[in-house]
């Protein structure tokens, strides 16, 4: 089956640590994003990449690192200097621009609680 | 960016119609109108999309008014299965984009629908 894959779906880190959140498509799209989504919030773009080895800083990049070596992979770094890093992180893949069925595909999120 | 404005909330009765109405009065004449709806504790799905004329799928119809200043959402017979947070997006899928730009996915708060069994 198609799809998106974040990994893992809980992750729990000290304070001061960076961690890494996974994201990984199938689907042959192009662009990938990064969201991050804080309770009774909407969702509120980090990071967005729409061709491998490029990407672009959304509204709230700081704090955040991404990487974009392969297609089909695009994960995010939450760095120590991002100050509330605790949220539900959301990943989501589509189509470039220039088609149509320009649909994003979302996977099922990674809640990072820092303690 | 051309921004959109929902109901914070919506109730509907199990099995009854209803209509998520959505406000996008500065839509350009390339955006397409986009839903999406997100269950607790998961990502978004697409539900639908459309330009100009009405759409329907298996999941849902979408009614733009002839202005394209508005548009709403139709879920036939709703069922608890349906009960959500709906977000309204406009898209142009022609712009490259800088920055963040209009081809970028902007999520507000979207319409928290309860369903009433």
């Known amino acids: 089956d198609g799809g998106i894959t974040q990994s893992p779906k809980y992750l729990f880190r000290k304070e001061g640590q960076n961690v890494t959140l996974s994201c990984e498509q199938n689907?042959?799209?192009?662009?990938m994003y990064w969201y991050r989504q804080d309770p009774g919030q909407g969702l509120r773009l980090i990071y967005y990449?729409?061709?491998?080895?490029?990407?672009q800083k959304g509204d709230i990049a700081e704090g955040y690192s991404v990487s974009r070596e392969k297609k089909e992979s695009f994960p995010l770094t939450v760095t120590s200097a991002q100050k509330n890093p605790t949220a539900f992180y959301l990943c989501?893949?589509?189509?470039?621009?220039?088609?149509?069925?320009?649909?994003?595909?979302f996977g099922q999120g990674t809640r990072l609680t820092v303690v | 960016d051309a921004k959109t404005t929902q109901p914070n909330s919506m109730e509907s009765n199990e099995e009854e119609p209803v209509h998520l109405p959505c406000n996008h009065s500065?839509?350009?004449?390339?955006?397409?109108i986009h839903w999406y709806r997100q269950l607790p504790s998961q990502g978004p799905e697409y539900v639908i999309h459309?330009?100009?004329s009405n759409v329907n799928n298996r999941m849902a119809s979408l009614a733009i008014a002839e202005d394209r200043k508005s548009s709403t959402l139709i879920l036939h017979r709703a069922t608890l299965r349906d009960a959500a947070v709906y977000y309204c997006?406009?898209?142009?899928?022609?712009?490259?984009?800088?920055?963040?730009?209009?081809?970028?996915?902007?999520f507000g708060k979207g319409t928290k629908l309860s369903v009433i069994p």
């Open positions: 997006i406009l898209r142009d899928p022609f712009s490259e984009g800088s920055g963040a730009g209009s081809y970028q996915l902007t």
């Open positions: 990449s729409q061709i491998v080895n490029d990407f």
């Open positions: 689907l042959n799209h192009d662009a």
């Open positions: 989501a893949s589509s189509l470039r621009p220039g088609t149509v069925n320009t649909e994003a595909f």
């Open positions: 459309g330009l100009t």
């Open positions: 500065t839509i350009s004449g390339t955006d397409y």
